[in-house]
């Protein structure tokens, strides 16, 4: 009996309709009679057919690379004030090192990934991890304070290979349907990297010797990590495009060929292997990919919801907690540290596999919808595709970021009669929601344009790590001028401004990535 595909309009990116592959090749479904996206080869080389405890394995160190190093890079965040005595600035002038992270992690990612896509992304995780480990042991013997803002530059470029990369190394293992759990395991290392790192040492950090200290510890983490993925980490890239109907029976690469990156530059194709190759227009991919509003819209919103759910109750902290409630600098490492991750955690356990579930309902009520359209009770000649679209109605779990904002803002500017318990349940709220909208944006991005991953998590990474560089210098400036509540409401709304363009993608995103000025991205369609 021929298949039959719900009669929508067809998308051009990887959740295309069954009729469109190739005949020769059975449909692939899962164990709900969906057909599986992307339809994996035969090959035992094809990641998506990999073990699940290998595949888990190699989540756990993407994650881990990119937990630390961002850990590493704001460990700094409560001891600026001893910082600055010690190299004779000013507060405000020791935070620079943490922007000059913060550049240098946003946009050097950007030229590396298209290296990345034709050379493999295990040398780049491995490197730059140990650029990472190595710079950060030497920053915690810095005397000098160009040398240090040297040593967080070089920190910057090897941490922000593996939060570029994360993405990308989920949709090589897993499948659409699973990709909401599995990704969120990877933004939750994203999310909370920065509310972990004031709480690892704590008082360790009220001086600069403390803070050398520390910074040694983490490197001595991360040469730890580097020799594990250096072993166990082999290269996720997968080309299959071309794919022969007798690839099963070609040769099997070892895992040592993985680990030593034999098979990463090219795929067999009726027993030859192709080349990719690097172009001065590879590198612009990266900016290409910022014209499709499914890409655009959900970055803007993430940037906000994690400026103003995260970044802003760190950046602020120290003048909140120490000035007003008057904490020490390891109770205010703690205090923002611990509701944040408590949000986070218990966002993301109502996060990814629920957006999971969401994709599953949207296609299963579709199925059965067009079954008794059909009056047909074979339900076995019936294949309707998951839409990315049902992943977006989790957003209004995300609405908790800015109730979150406007709790904390009410309890500072009445510090007298709510107290800091009541400021932690505003940032813990706040959390909940921004991990619900960082599992959402990922997901939802790379699952309509799966082959470029890398160039997604590069956008958004970009995106966030500017737009949040720029809170440290108005947000306590204008919750001086016009009172922190009435601040941190302006903050929460511009969350929800940018929060709103969204339902149109959850409403018309299928038509509009179907549309004549939103053409399918040409390059790399091989992943």
């Known amino acids: 009996m021929p298949l039959k595909s719900d009669a929508e309009a067809s998308t051009p990116t990887e959740t295309e309709t069954v009729e469109e592959r190739p005949s020769e090749r059975p449909v692939?479904?899962?164990?709900?009679?969906?057909?599986?996206?992307?339809?994996?080869?035969?090959?035992?080389?094809?990641?998506?057919?990999?073990?699940?405890?290998?595949?888990?394995?190699?989540?756990?160190q993407a994650s881990l690379l990119t937990l630390m190093g961002t850990i590493g890079a704001a460990t700094i965040n409560p001891a600026f004030v001893p910082l600055a005595a010690a190299f004779r600035i000013t507060p405000v002038q020791a935070s620079y090192e943490l922007t000059v992270w913060i550049v240098f992690a946003a946009v050097v990612p950007v030229f590396l990934v298209p290296l990345a896509n034709v050379y493999g992304r295990l040398p780049f995780y491995v490197l730059g991890n140990l650029l990472a480990a190595a710079t950060n042991l030497a920053a915690g013997h810095c005397n000098q304070w160009s040398a240090l803002l040297a040593t967080r530059a070089l920190n910057g470029i090897g941490a922000g290979c593996a939060a570029a990369l994360g993405p990308a190394t989920v949709c090589d293992l897993y499948f659409l349907h699973e990709r909401g759990l599995f990704m969120g395991v990877y933004t939750f290392c994203v999310t909370n990297a920065p509310h972990l790192a004031p709480l690892a040492g704590g008082s360790l950090r009220r001086t600069w010797v403390g803070e050398s200290a520390s910074r040694s510890l983490y490197s001595y983490i991360q040469f730890g990590l580097f020799a594990i993925t250096f072993f166990c980490l082999p290269e996720t890239i997968y080309f299959r495009q071309e794919a022969s109907p007798t690839e099963?029976?070609?040769?099997?690469?070892?895992?040592?060929?993985?680990?030593?990156?034999?098979?990463?530059?090219?795929?067999?194709t009726s027993g030859r292997r192709r080349k990719r190759r690097l172009s001065l227009t590879s590198f612009a991919a990266p900016f290409l990919t910022m014209r499709y509003l499914s890409i655009l819209l959900p970055a803007l919103y993430y940037m906000t919801a994690f400026a103003y759910g995260s970044l802003l109750f760190g950046a602020t902290g120290s003048v909140v907690?120490?000035?007003?409630?008057g904490f020490t600098t390891a109770q205010t490492g703690m205090i923002i540290s611990i509701p944040l991750v408590v949000g986070c955690l218990l966002g993301e356990c109502s996060a990814g596999w629920f957006t999971d579930w969401l994709v599953y309902r949207d296609a299963a009520a579709r199925r059965k919808k067009m079954l008794q359209q059909l009056r047909n009770n074979d339900d076995e000649g019936v294949v309707v595709r998951r839409r990315p679209e049902p992943r977006l109605d989790a957003l209004w779990l995300a609405l908790l970021v800015p109730v979150g904002v406007v709790v904390q803002g009410v309890c500072i500017s009445h510090a007298e009669r709510t107290g800091?318990?009541?400021?932690?349940?505003?940032?813990?709220?706040?959390?909940?929601?921004?991990?619900?909208?960082?599992?959402v944006t990922y997901t939802y991005c790379t699952d309509c344009y799966k082959p470029q991953a890398a160039e997604i998590s590069v956008v958004l990474t970009l995106f966030r790590h500017i737009y949040c560089g720029l809170v440290p210098f108005y947000a306590v400036p204008l919750a001086?001028?016009?009172?922190?509540?009435?601040?941190?409401?302006?903050?929460a709304c511009l969350n929800v401004a940018f929060l709103a363009p969204l339902l149109i993608l959850r409403l018309y995103g299928e038509r509009i990535r179907s549309s004549k000025w939103q053409p399918k991205p040409s390059f790399h369609p091989d992943i």
């Open 321 to 325: 907690f120490r000035g007003i409630y």
């Open 28 to 60: 692939k479904l899962d164990k709900h009679g969906l057909p599986l996206v992307p339809q994996p080869s035969d090959s035992k080389d094809d990641p998506l057919n990999w073990p699940p405890l290998v595949k888990h394995g190699i989540l756990l």
């Open 248 to 268: 099963s029976s070609m040769p099997v690469g070892t895992f040592a060929d993985k680990l030593l990156l034999r098979r990463t530059r090219g795929h067999r």
């Open 480 to 491: 001086e001028k016009i009172q922190y509540q009435y601040a941190w409401l302006l903050f």
């Open 420 to 439: 800091w318990v009541a400021n932690a349940v505003g940032m813990a709220i706040a959390s909940f929601g921004l991990q619900v909208a960082g599992t």
